[in-house]
């Protein structure tokens, strides 16, 4: 299929509601072991965190999407770091509920866009967000946020591109959250300092769920500026 023929999709939507919609924080998660797995998805739950991205950054990330899957019903989780097309069809396998790339590829798109999973392509430059813009993909993923621009850059674009909205992602801290959430142009924002390693390896589930609970309550002061 040609670039020109790739199939016009809907937002990254998980039924009616938008993935960047779902929370003001997107949990990133890289698991070493799937047996946390389920835990970990029940703390982020429990802190108000239901839409979670596991990363295809170790042996362990399809086992432990797919555990999340049919054991924690009430999260919605999606696969990160999807670069190649056969990982998207393992990743429908496993059960994931929408599917985030670091970029994009024609490849690629055509096969997020023919999975009939929601997806977030990743762009860091305003000719990667035109050609998403020009197949009817409205919602993207901007990474890596702090190294590509960051807050300055997504004003810039709410100008010219106000169509587009993003899931920065990349550097973001608890404290730099808030600037981005301000944005109009911005639905939530990435990040992993609510699963810190140290916590998971503990197996300190109520500081996780704590510390989800935290970012998850970042939206109504952000937002109400």
């Known amino acids: 299929m040609s670039s020109s023929s790739l199939p016009e999709v ?5 039924a009616s509601v ?13 698991l070493d072991d799937a047996a946390v797995a ?8 429990a802190g108000g965190l239901r839409a979670i991205e596991v990363t ?3 042996p362990a990330a399809l086992d432990a999407l797919r555990a ?18 056969d ?23 055509e096969a997020m866009a023919g999975s009939g999973l929601p997806f977030l392509p990743g762009v860091s430059t305003v000719s990667e967000v035109m050609a998403l813009l020009e197949r009817g993909v409205r919602e993207m993923k901007f990474f890596p946020a702090e190294a590509s621009g960051g807050t300055a850059w997504l004003k810039a674009l709410a100008g010219p591109l106000p169509q587009a909205r993003f899931c920065p992602t990349g550097g973001i801290t608890p404290a ?10 911005v639905g939530c924002v990435g990040g992993s300092w ?16 704590e510390l989800a609970r935290e970012a998850a309550g970042l939206s109504a002061g952000a937002r109400c500026r």
């Open 10 to 14: 809907r937002p990254a939507a998980t």
């Open 18 to 30: 938008s993935v960047l919609d779902l929370a003001p924080v997107l949990p990133v998660v890289v």
């Open 38 to 45: 389920v835990p970990l998805a029940r703390a982020l739950v």
């Open 56 to 58: 295809l950054r170790t």
């Open 68 to 85: 999340i899957a049919a054991e924690v019903p009430e999260a919605v989780v999606g696969a990160g770091t999807v670069v190649t097309p």
């Open 87 to 109: 990982q998207v069809s393992a990743c429908v396998d496993a059960g994931a509920r929408f599917l985030v790339g670091p970029g994009w590829t024609e490849g690629l798109l």
């Open 176 to 185: 730099g959250a808030p600037a981005y959430l301000a944005l109009p142009n």
């Open 194 to 209: 609510m699963v810190p390693a140290e916590a998971v390896a503990a197996r300190d589930w109520a500081r996780i769920a």
